[in-house]
């Protein structure tokens, strides 16, 4: 994947689309009793995912595997390996541009949490807060999507993808150690999001912005929605509760236009109706192609941890897996119809479209669709070199969800 790295606004447009005891809050149920309600915050025990339901993984296994990413991710060598410590703060290197993202930090923050992490979680805390983060003036609440290794900022503007993984990350960091700095820091990003003069979300719209100004805040991707994480903030937000429910309605209306009728597929950018939306600066804009198959994954997530779409979403889901089945998981980059195929299936096209059989599991006619794309997913060889960054992180954002190793903690009694 070709990507830019320049202090242009129009570099950044490219680049994104390339670019008290803690209680766990249900873990993934694939197949749930139809008779009851879930309750998200009910106290239960972590189910062990569709590794262990569908594949009959073992607990020891899935920790092996578990192990394995950890270990090529966050303790390989330089050719593995992205995630690099400086002693008192650290950061994830984007290898192919060999430079620091938001939103690739966001990811390895919410890693961390999820694995329980403590450390390294408070180090690429620590390098967003000194190196990225604005508290004050224009961007106040905000973090440059772009920094070198050494912390020098090269693109101020924000990556709103980035906002919502670190904000999502810190409130859930909160929970799980119990340290009341994650939540403040949290509580001030998101207060911000809606009280910045450049507000995260079209406040017309209530949905997430491709960028928060000029005419990126006019269109949006559909990459970016994230429903489930605007589930957390809608509960735990000390502010804007108002704002926040209209955007959870507001993103998962979105995803669901977003969804081509034929082929399932979503574009990379598109307009808030969920048509495809093309800019002069990016051609492949109104296709499927380097962010779009993050969709999946956000429509499974929100699926299995909150059961408030499943209707549409298993309606997604099934409309999404028929293409690629159809396909034979071969291609990674198509036209929004699903014509033009290109490019290899790719490593985080296997994990997303993994994460939302959640929504296929329960039904019969699906279960060996379902068993394919988890032993796709299962099976897949980690990424060295170049473009591990990417597809790597999405990838293993994937597998913290079908392990069972995704949770919300929840501190009320």
């Not at 005891?21 to 569709?50: C, F, M, N, S, Y």
């Not at 430079?99 to 390895?108: A, D, K, N």
């Not at 509960?235 to 509760?241: A, D, G, I, L, V």
């Not at 929004?336 to 290899?344: A, F, I, K, R, T």
Request: hydrophobic share 35%.
């Amino acid at each position: 994947m070709k990507r830019f790295l320049c202090l242009s606004l129009a570099a950044l447009m490219l680049f994104c689309l390339s670019c008290n005891k803690d209680k766990p809050v249900p873990g993934p149920d694939p197949d749930p009793d139809p008779e009851l309600d879930p309750d998200p915050e009910q106290e239960t025990k972590p189910a062990a995912g569709l590794f262990g339901s569908c594949l009959q993984k073992t607990d020891e296994e899935i920790q092996d595997k578990l192990d394995e990413l950890w270990s090529h991710y966050f303790k390989g060598d330089n050719n593995s390996k992205v995630y690099y410590d400086n002693g008192s703060d650290a950061y994830i290197l984007d290898v192919s541009e060999n430079s620091v993202l938001s939103r690739e930090m966001g990811y390895g923050m919410m890693i961390c949490v999820q694995t329980d992490h403590k450390t390294e979680f408070d180090k690429l805390w620590t390098f967003l807060k000194k190196r990225m983060w604005r508290n004050a003036g224009e961007w106040d609440g905000y973090f440059a999507s772009i920094c070198t290794t050494s912390g020098i900022v090269q693109n101020n503007l924000p990556c709103p993808e980035g906002e919502m993984y670190i904000t999502a990350s810190l409130l859930l960091a909160s929970r799980r150690w119990n340290e009341y700095g994650y939540m403040e820091s949290a509580q001030y990003i998101l207060k911000r999001m809606w009280g910045n003069s450049h507000t995260l979300f079209n406040p017309h719209h209530n949905v997430i912005t491709y960028i928060p100004a000029g005419n990126e805040a006019n269109f949006s991707s559909p990459s970016y929605d994230l429903p489930a994480f605007i589930e957390l903030f809608a509960r735990w937000s000390e502010t804007n509760k108002d704002k926040w429910a209209s955007a959870l309605s507001a993103t998962r209306n979105h995803l669901y236009k977003s969804s081509n009728k034929k082929s399932g597929l979503f574009s990379d950018l598109n307009n808030f109706d969920g048509t495809p939306h093309g800019e002069s600066y990016y051609t492949n804009a109104e296709k499927y192609m380097y962010s779009a198959m993050l969709c999946a994954m956000n429509i499974g997530m929100d699926y299995y941890l909150f059961r408030a779409d499943d209707t549409r979403q298993t309606e997604m889901a099934k409309r999404i897996i028929d293409f690629f089945e159809n396909d034979n998981y071969t291609h990674a980059r198509f036209n929004w119809d699903g014509s033009g195929p290109q490019e290899v299936y790719t490593l985080g096209e296997k994990g997303c479209n993994a994460v939302i059989c959640y929504a296929l599991a329960h039904l019969d006619g699906y279960k060996d669709v379902v068993k394919k794309n988890l032993n796709l997913a299962w099976d897949a060889h980690l990424l060295n070199g170049q473009y591990r960054s990417h597809d790597g992180l999405i990838h293993y954002l994937a597998m913290l969800h079908l392990c069972g190793s995704f949770q919300i903690w929840d501190d009320s009694e």
